[in-house]
């Protein structure tokens, strides 16, 4: 295999080439930021209760669409951030900051809408394994 090059700057040439790199990116979010962590531990969470639950394809669509909405977000609030700290390093600018917060209340958004999809499909069947 002719890649990794990890100077690359010019466009990917092959398939591989590109999933590679895609993949490297899904990586290295994971690594370095702690939310999206604990958003692939939930997310991972949310699949074995579902399991035990037996939910049907609908209900796993709504879960899917959920987890991805909310890993999506996080994945262009790093690139925000990403972008931002590449531009103004450390320095205090408004504009900045308020890239940085409205990314952050997108993740927030969509955090809250997988809360309340999981509530709504989780909260039911729960509800009736815990109460017998
Ligand atoms: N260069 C800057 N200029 C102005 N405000 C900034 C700057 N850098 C950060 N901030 C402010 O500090 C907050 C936190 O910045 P940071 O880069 O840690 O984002 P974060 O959303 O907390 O990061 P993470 O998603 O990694 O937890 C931002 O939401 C923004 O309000």
């Not at 939930?42 to 049907?56: D, E, Q, W």
């Not at 997988?114 to 729960?126: D, E, K, S």
Request: one cysteine or more; charged letters at 15%.
């Amino acid at each position: 295999m002719a890649f990794p090059d990890k100077h690359q700057t010019s466009k990917n040439r092959r398939f591989l080439q590109a999933l590679y790199h895609a993949l490297q990116g899904i990586g290295a979010v994971i690594k370095q930021e702690r939310n999206m962590r604990f958003h692939v531990f939930s997310a991972v969470m949310v699949i074995i209760v579902g399991c035990c639950l037996r939910l049907n394809a609908h209900q796993w669509l709504w879960l899917f669409l959920a987890i991805t909405a909310v890993f999506a977000a996080e994945f262009l609030n790093t690139v925000v951030e990403t972008m931002c700290d590449l531009i103004v390093g450390h320095h205090y600018d408004p504009n900045v900051k308020k890239a940085k917060d409205v990314a952050a209340g997108m993740v927030l958004l969509m955090a809250a809408f997988a809360v309340c999809v999981g509530l709504l499909i989780m909260g039911p069947p729960l509800l009736k394994v815990i109460g017998g």
